[in-house]
């Protein structure tokens, strides 16, 4: 084959998922001549499975991405058709936001966002091979002969790389919805010596909405008062749609039970691991085989579709059997199914295999993002994709990598997971995996991460303005809010009817906000000076107020956490030769290379004795420098 030049770049990101979408965006908005390749122009930040964005941990990522500057969060406020608040019941530390989407609609939004920004080509083409000069990738080859250099190459394939579904007995080569999958490429990666995996995912069938019995199923509305994901929004509109809850129940678990040899994930044919937290609905009967029902969720697929998506029901049963078990349901005896359940498997990275920065420790200049690296979600995908970008061009203009610490961000939590302690399954981010999370809530979000994102270059100064203002707004009215007293007469009534105890004397309205059952909004008529507030502004503060003392010691954790983060390691370290050190330790330590203490503490097979054992060793050689016995 003929290959030819085609153009000169400086990044080039392999893949428009919505971690290849962040990175080309971020990459060009900082300033660098960028090449987004697809396989498909149909695939850029396409929703191959759930219609939404956010919900728990995941809408963290969402407020973050959006934070730093990336445009998730921009988005899905644009094409949302539903949007609700989740664990509200809860403290504020686990309140995530999700929204429902119009698919077609979020992928025309963000495929017009990228051809419109400055710095960035997209273009159709499947890349086969890349060109690596003296252990460094320098650019890719596509499958017609034409090729691309460049200084940095992110690779973001999602479940593209050597796809393979599974329905029932049939099995075919295929990317994700019908596209073509990417077969060279991952067989070329694996010549490179990258040590690959195989995993696996699916997603549910797609139904005709006329055909469902609403009458027979739950309503689930949308928050009264919608709740934007960005900080650049005050407000986006209202819900347009409903979703919809049911039941299985033990006439469908038979069905399935009795077709357990018609699955390929029980039939032997599916190689890769799915995700425990996300499991189809045949391994939910087998597994919880004393449940007598599992949850489901009917949620539109857009405003211009009839098609539904039938959420918690994915499947690699054959389609006679889908027909069976999903008719049992109540309200779906009338099914029409246009799209049948299906799972997919996939090639992906060893995420032990990357730097911090997201740069591969076998070929330079190479970053790495998304599903690619291990992970599950949208969300998950869309902020390795902006740090994999920014980091790109961080690199190329010779500056120390842009690293989130897990105290920062749930993207600090997502990225040092995966590289320090590895996934054997599809990684799905929780508000659990983060220690401090009652100081990486969703609603402080800018406040965190807004000026690194400024001083990193991908943060408007409209962004940072409005940050800025925001923060002094609510600074200012807290500092009020502590001056401001108030009278038994003017506040005990308000606090008899919310059920709080009333007050004996003037008492400071921040004390009074303090408690659980007490709103800024509903001392409002007490207080004529209050300055005008947005939701975003208002839910910071009062979680600020009110979480006072528990933010306190969470921020007492964090100081120890940084301690030992300081404690630095150099690469050039032989752990092999540092006695005390067991075996297991000496190897995992020697294959990671950790940063610091800190990293080297959450290395799987690194025992807190292992940890011990290299303080002291630090300490020895530290006098030793000083020449102190």
Known sequence: MNKYLMGEYDIIVVGAGHAGCEAGLAAARMGKKTLMLSINLEAVAMMACNPSIGGTGKGHLVREIDALGGQMGLNIDKTFIQSRMLNTAKGPAVHSLRAQADKNQYHIEMKKTIEKVENLDLKQGEVIDLIIEDGKASGVILKTGAYYTAKAVILATGTFLAGKVFIGESVYKSGPDGLAPSTVLAQRLREYGLPMRRFKTGTPARALADSFDYDKMIPQEGDEVVVPFSFMNDEIGDNQIKCWLTYTNEETHRIIRENFHRSALFGGQIEGVGPRYCPSIEDKVNRFADKKRHQLFIEPEGLYTDEMYIQGMSSSLPEDVQEQFYKSIEGLENLKIVRPAYAIEYDCIDPLNLKISLENKTIENLFCAGQFNGSSGYEEAAAQGLIAGINAVFKLNGKNPFVLDRSEAYI??????LITKGTNEPYRIMTSRAEYRLVLRQDNADLRLTEKGYEAG???EERFARYKAKKEI???ETERLKKLIVKPEQINELLENNGSTPITGGTPLIEILKRPEITYDDTAFIDTERPSLSHHQKTMMEVQIKYEGYIMKQQQQIEKFRRLEGRKLS??????????????????????????????SRISGVSPSDINVLMIWLEKNRRMRNGQS
């Open 412 to 417: 600090g939590v997502l990225i040092d997971d």
């Open 458 to 460: 991908l943060v408007t």
């Open 474 to 476: 609510v600074e200012a």
């Open 571 to 600: 690469p050039d370290i032989d752990y092999s030769q540092i006695e005390g050190l067991r075996i297991e330790a000496r190897q995992k330590l020697n294959d990671m290379k950790p940063l610091s203490i800190g990293q080297a």
